[in-house]
């Protein structure tokens, strides 16, 4: 899963010395893995997964703001956390969480264009990830 670069920008740290060559990461990174693995369960191909989530990382709180979205969900102290990601192809996005709904977004744009209607949305459950990956031990 990782030798095909579906999660951008993953750091991962590989130990060449020893037997299997384990790699470690940190929670963020194993939340990306399991992102990038549910999307693969349901047989999307790896660069709609790659758009999806490079879209996910992308996506903004505002869309002139420099904040993104992702660390204030994954951050949230709500258990369980009702959050989720919809992405309607081409790159673009729209998040909910709780108080907050994000509309359509994509790199680069302000707004979807004012035809803009997915025929297919997928839908992650991005709380319910973030709960199992972020668990206590």
Do not use: Y
């Amino acid at each position: 899963m990782l030798d095909h670069e579906l999660v951008p920008a993953l750091k991962i740290k590989i130990v060449n010395d020893e037997s299997g060559r384990p790699r470690h990461f940190a929670d963020d990174v194993g939340f990306g893995i399991v992102c990038a693995v549910t999307l693969l369960d349901l047989g999307l191909p790896h660069e709609t997964i790659r758009q999806f989530l490079t879209a996910l990382l992308d996506a903004k709180l505002q869309p002139t703001d420099s904040q993104r979205a992702l660390p204030t969900i994954l951050e949230s102290p709500l258990r369980p956390l009702d959050a989720h990601v919809d992405f309607g192809g081409d790159g673009w996005v729209r998040l909910s969480f709780p108080g907050k709904a994000i509309g359509w977004r994509k790199r680069g744009e302000k707004n979807p264009p004012a035809n803009f209607a997915p025929r297919v949305i997928v839908r992650l459950d991005i709380g319910q990830i973030r709960d199992l990956v972020f668990s206590p031990h």
